[in-house]
Every structure is written in C-alpha cells, then in structure tokens.
C-alpha cells in the first residue's frame, strides 16, 4: 500500500503527536531529526517508509495508519502522490519522484486537472534523471491531456519541450515540426508562449544546419523575449547565441551569453544556471584563445553546483566536454581524449549537435596525439555525413579540424 502524501501526511503526523503530549523532539531518531519532523508536519517534505514506520513506533499507533485507505476517493489519492512527487522533486530525489507520479498517472478515473500536472512533473523528473526517452514519453501521453484542457499556454509547452527532446535524440526533422506546431499554437497567444516556441523552433534549425532560418528565428525571439525575465529571458538569450556559436560568431555569443548569467537565478533553476556556465566557458574560451580565470571560475561554478543536485544521472556528459575543450586548449591531449570519451558515453542534457562536436574534438585530440589514419578517417566520416544531411556547419568544423591536424603534422 501507498503512504499517504503531502499536505495529508503532515496534517495526521501533527494531530497524532499533539493528541499524545509530545514534542517534535520527542519524535527525533535514527534518520528522523526535529527539523525534518517540522518540515514533515507543515508538508514541506516527503515522507520515507522507514521514517513512517519510526514515527509511528514513537507514537503508539500502527503502522498502517500512514497509509492510503482502499476506500480513498481517487482525487484525495492523486492530490496526495502529485504532492508528495512535487516535494521529492523539489528536495531533489527525481527517482522518489518518478515513483510517486507513476503511481498517481496509473489511478483511474483521474480528472485532467490533476493528470495535466502528474504528467508534466513527472516529465520534469525524468529530465532530472537524464532519461530523456522516458521523459518524452511522459510528454506524449500529456499531449492529449493538454488538447482536452483548452489551454494554450499547456499546448505550446508540451509541444516544445517535445521538440526539445527530438532534438537530444537526434531527430532533427521531428524537433523543427514539433516546434512548428507550438508556434502555430502560439500565434494568437502571449508574447511569452510564442517566445517558447521560438526558442525550440531556433534551436531545431541549429541542430539542423538550417542556420539562415535559426538566425531568423533567434531575432524574433529576442524580440518577443524583450518583456520577459528569469529563466524565459536566459533561456531566450541562450538560444540565440547558440545561434551566433555555430557560425562560429563567438564575439556576438558572448555578449548574450554574459547577460543571461547575470540574471539567472541558482534558486529557481540550478540546472539552467549551471548549463549556462559551461556554454559561457566554451564561447569565452574561443573568443579570448586561451583558457581565462574567468572561465575557469564559471567552470568550477558549474562543476559545484552540479554535484549539488542529489538525484540527477551522474556526471553531466556537457561537463566532461566543456573541460576537455579547457584540456585540449592547455594542450592535455590524453586528458582531453579521456574527458570527450566520458561525455559520448554520457547520456543526459547534451544535444545531438554537441555530442557530434564532441566526438570532433576527440579525433582531433587523438590526431595530435599521433593517432593517424584511424582519427583521419573518423574526422572524414563525420564530415561526409554532416555534408550529406546539409548539416555544413558540423561538416566544416570536421574538415577544418581534419586540415589543420595534417598542417601540423606535416
């Protein structure tokens, strides 16, 4: 059977203890310290069952009495998991997450209030987890949930993030029609929706090649993103010096890339803030030829805040690429190849496009190290195909690659 969720946990913890005579203190053990009895009680915290059945053992009642009745009404059962799942999802344990939610998608007769919400933070915790096959799953099944709501604003979310997921898969084709069909949603919405959708639309077209057209779009972005803040506005800014990136535009990069690092905010989003730190590192890195202290700095920003978020899939793959691009540029051709190797084994938050990147650097490193033909031959691969799916941003980054190894080598 299920514990019971927030705020209905807390609300039983609290009367049973004050019914009893007791202090939160008096509940403290093994696990169980006061102040997680207090965030327990005023519902700010998921509940174990381990710690469910201790409290209980204090208490005197059964252990049983934490748990869902069968006779609960399927809106107080799923009212009770989608809050559980929100604050495990908050305190940063995405698999408790996932369980709960799970749970709360499988309950009949759930009214699209709820379901809307189930699935789309159960989406999120599975983007937390870098499971992002999972994660589009979560969000097809939203789709018809969002279409029955009559909601905008939901349909033109689900359909980017969808588009966004295309994307890190690797379906290029699939990413720019999904985003196509948010910004038609879009159309005679908020200015905030359609910047939504063209933020994954501008993002499929770079991962495409198709960079007239991302250019395009980035523009009008900017434009619809000029009223906004927080992370809407740095994801907007982001977007569009991925853009200029990938015409190799670093000195216009930048600048964008310095603006949304100073308006991104740790709290509300650790991930989005840490992620624009190591694409602050590459642009800097390239602009300024040489590794800075203040792309060092953003590095181990990154880096820290990172390994703060309990819960998420390992080590990043965009890390290990970001500090094997610091490797290669000291010249640390073995740590280099050592770090891109990590970050191509990495599933997780890093595109398509940047793994293809990646796997450039990696052969490069490999040439000068003194690889030879097996490297050569890789570069060349990657190049023809980059060519043939009209990706010529990858393909001349390849070749590039590929000339000067054979100019130093020679």
Known sequence: MELLGQPEFGRLLRRLRIERGLSQADLVGPKVSASYVSRLESGGR???RQAAV????????????????????????ASALLAAGVTALDDGAPAEAVRLLTTCAALPDVSPAYAWQVLWYLARAYERLGDVPARRDALERLRPVAQETGITHLRVRVLAALSGCDRMLGDTEGAIARAREALTAAQDATAEDQAEALTALAAAEVEAGRLGEADEHAGLLLERAAGTSGGRRVRALWTAATVHAARDAHDRALPLLEEALR???????????ARLRLAAVSAHVEVHGEVT?????WCREAETALAM??????????LDATQARIAFRRGDLAGAVRLCREALATSGTMSHHDRVRTEILLHEAELASGAGEPAAA???????EATRSGN???????????????????
């Open 46 to 48: 998921a509940v174990t």
């Open 54 to 77: 201790h409290l209980a053992e204090r208490l005197g009642v059964a252990a049983d009495v934490f748990q869902v009745s069968p006779g609960t009404a399927a809106t107080d059962r």
């Open 263 to 273: 308006i991104a905010d740790a709290r509300s989003d650790l991930l989005l803030w």
């Open 293 to 297: 202290e203040q792309a060092e700095r």
């Open 309 to 318: 978020m309990d819960g998420a899939a390992g080590r990043p793959a965009e």
């Open 378 to 384: 890789e570069l060349r691969r990657i190049a023809e």
């Open 392 to 410: 010529l941003d990858v393909a001349a980054r390849a070749w590039k690659a590929l000339a000067e190894a054979t100019a130093k080598g020679a």
